[in-house]
């Protein structure tokens, strides 16, 4: 049975696929509950929740192996839509955020990147390599890099697998 939308519960089952009829439609579609603009009892927090989760995650980790993340170095490879939250979050623990990638390049500076600049090149698709007291580096450089954490936060398909320095410490 079909309703007024083209989608049936039975036949369509909710978010399978990246479906997201509702947020494009900007409208309730029956059983279809992820991606309705906040206006018509969307999640004020869904932009950010997977962000959030991912943060989350490093918070327990980091409770179970005794690791502060007060002062610790982060590399988050993917400065997208889950990576970019995670610049946002981690620095309100402590955390300093030294180097980062996108699609469009890589930046690093071992104290800690400019997190509002950062923010605003991602989201002006400016070349992260162009940011501010920053150094551009290459991917493998990036894990590579003296740091105590790496969030890999890329989309799928991109190497975190090659170089496993960071990886191994983080």
Not at 56 to 72: E, F, P, Y
Not at 93 to 106: E, F, L, T, W, Y
């Amino acid at each position: 049975m079909s309703s007024d939308s083209g989608m049936s519960p039975k036949v369509d089952p909710p978010e399978v696929n990246g479906r997201t009829d509702s947020m494009h439609r900007g409208c309730s579609v029956p059983a279809v509950v992820t991606g309705k603009p906040v206006a018509i009892s969307g999640s004020q927090g869904r932009s950010n929740a997977t962000s959030a989760g991912l943060v989350h995650a490093i918070d327990l980790a980091a409770a179970r192996t005794g690791m502060k993340l007060d002062g610790c170095r982060v590399v988050v490879q993917g400065v997208g839509s889950v990576g970019i939250g995670a610049v946002d979050l981690l620095p309100q623990r402590g955390a300093r955020i030294v180097a980062v990638s996108n699609s469009r390049g890589d930046a690093y500076n071992s104290g800690r990147l400019d997190v509002a600049n950062l923010r605003r090149f991602a989201e002006e698709g400016v070349p992260l390599a162009d940011l501010p007291d920053s150094d551009p580096i290459s991917n493998a450089e990036l894990l590579e890099a003296d740091v105590d954490l790496l969030v890999p936060s890329a989309v799928e398909g991109t190497d975190h697998q090659k170089t496993p320095g960071a990886c191994a410490r983080a």
